[in-house]
């Protein structure tokens, strides 16, 4: 656990914007809700989300024990200090203030970003402005301001306890919108963090369908023939009693399959050219290991909306494995298990399947590409 940091990730907004009946943040995105992949993000920071009171029930069963959930306040700002207040953190600590509604901001820029905030305590995430920006009179132009120096702000913004706390006690000024500006008003100096336009922030409809812009479809097939003297992987589990599989990986044919499902749909060719079966360092080796390659180079611009797997095997039994596949699977790949589908059929003795000679597996995948930007 990080003990040097939390995270404060305000989720008061509606969704009235995104034509929705109900918070945005609780709006559908990559089979999870937006908060939840949000607080992905986050994992292993303490953190604390501030919601609506009249929509905690229904945040506190979502989110659990992955945060705390503490009543909002009437301006989003307001939320942020009732939940600084609630966290009470050490004054060394940082404070990392966070947009539910901005899922694409990439973490592994978080230890370059603190190390960046520790000369004045405080940061914001902001990238260059490309567009000529006007600051405008009603309806005409009064002036052209120097595209240079506008950068605009993004989330997070990264703040000492210590600082945030001395800004709150010296009563801010109203018109501080946000934390950065409270801070800045009060003489301190902000940090500007460059960080990329894909950290974009959800606040209309088309900003989900342009991020997810189009959907592809792919079909994977595998057979292994079965050897008695092997353990039995499949779905990324190992299945006491076996027989195993035959093959130059653990020949978890589960897995092969919904792997050239995925690379079917994103057009990249298929498992065998990935790990030709005579390269010797891969001999042995998991399947889950390379469905995890697989899948780091892939969701890097695809989501995965689901996919359905079917097993065919005479022996073993495998319904009371498959729930416990589906976890593996949707733990590897970090997805929420009801994109993952498993089901297992025999061929009712027929062919070799029925004869127990070995396995196949059907998989489907369907993924959404994210735009490139
Ligand atoms: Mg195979």
């Known amino acids: 656990m990080n003990q040097k940091a939390i995270a404060i990730i305000p989720a008061g907004g509606t969704g009235t914007r995104m034509g929705l009946p109900y918070p945005k943040q609780l709006m559908p995105f990559r089979g999870q809700t937006l908060i939840e992949a949000t607080l992905a993000l986050f994992e292993g920071i303490p953190t604390y989300v501030p919601v609506p009171l009249d929509h905690r029930d229904v945040f506190e069963s ?3 024990t992955r945060a705390q959930v503490v009543t909002g306040g009437a301006t989003r700002h307001e939320s942020v200090r009732n939940a600084f207040e609630s966290a009470n953190p050490h004054p060394n600590t940082w404070v990392i203030i966070h947009d539910a509604a901005r899922p694409y901001w990439d973490p592994s820029t978080l230890e370059r970003a603190l190390a960046a905030a520790t000369s004045h305590g405080a940061l914001i995430y902001a990238t260059p402005a490309t567009d000529t920006v006007k600051w405008v009179d009603r309806d005409t132009v009064e002036k052209t301001l120097n595209r240079d120096r506008v950068w605009l ?3 997070p913004q990264i703040f000492k306890a210590s600082l945030l706390r001395a800004c709150y006690d010296a009563t801010p000024d109203p018109m501080a919108t946000d934390e950065a500006t409270m801070v800045e008003m009060q003489g301190h100096t902000v940090m500007v963090f460059p960080s990329s336009i894909a950290n974009k922030k959800i606040t209309q409809p088309e900003d989900v369908l342009h991020l997810q812009s189009s959907l592809r479809m ?3 097939y595998d057979v292994h023939r079965f050897d008695a003297g092997r353990p039995l992987f499949l779905g990324g589990i190992e299945i006491p009693g076996g027989p195993g599989l035959l093959g130059h990986s653990d020949a978890d044919v589960a897995i092969h399959a919904l792997i050239d499902a995925m690379l079917g749909a994103a057009g990249r060719g298929d498992i065998g050219q990935w790990f030709p079966d005579n390269d010797p360092s891969l001999k042995g080796i998991r399947s889950t290991e390379l469905l995890a390659r697989v899948w780091a180079d892939l969701s890097v611009s695809f989501d995965l909306v689901n996919a359905d797997i079917t097993i065919q095997a005479q022996v073993p039994k495998l319904a009371p494995h498959t729930s416990a596949m589906r976890q593996k699977l949707a733990e590897i790949m970090r997805i929420d298990i009801s994109c993952i589908n ?3 059929t025999t061929t009712e003795g027929l062919g070799f399947i029925g004869e127990c000679q070995g ?6 995948a369907l993924l959404s590409q ?3 930007i």
């Open 342 to 344: 498993i089901k297992a």
């Open 359 to 364: 396995m196949a597996a059907d998989a489907v």
């Open 218 to 220: 792919g079909h994977g």
């Open 62 to 64: 979502l989110i659990g």
């Open 153 to 155: 702000a993004q989330t």
């Open 370 to 372: 994210r735009r490139s």
